[in-house]
């Protein structure tokens, strides 16, 4: 089970954009994700009149490592762990581990 998923609210804990928070668009791989307006660059593009993409310097989110990142609790307003815990009826579900609420999904 992932710790981080598609359409979490996330807040970058290090790097250059520490601070900032984003939602989860979509895991790259089992390690990186894509978070809105996290990581961007500027990337310079060649036209392709065959698709109709004109040229110039555009920007563009990268993928972030999942270490660098962590859920936002909404109760605090802050960057928060995740643990898992087994329900009674059988189901695996995310809690954060500050106050041991269940992480909405």
Same mark, same amino acid.
């Given at each position: 089970m992932q710790r981080i998923r598609k359409g979490d609210e996330v807040m970058v804990i290090t790097g250059r954009d520490k601070g900032k928070r984003g939602t989860v668009l979509r895991r790259v791989s089992e390690e990186y #994700?894509? #978070?809105e307006g996290i990581n961007r660059v500027k990337?310079?593009?060649r036209p392709n009149?065959?698709?109709g993409v004109t040229g110039?310097? #555009?920007d563009k989110d990268m993928p972030i490592h999942v270490?660098?990142?962590a859920l936002l609790n909404p109760m605090t307003q802050k960057a928060d762990r995740v643990g898992f815990?087994?329900?009674e009826d059988g189901r695996k579900v995310r809690v954060f581990k500050s106050n041991g609420e269940?992480?909405?999904a």
């Open positions: #994700v894509l #978070v990337k310079n593009q009149p065959m698709k110039g310097i #555009v270490s660098n990142i815990k087994s329900l269940q992480v909405e």
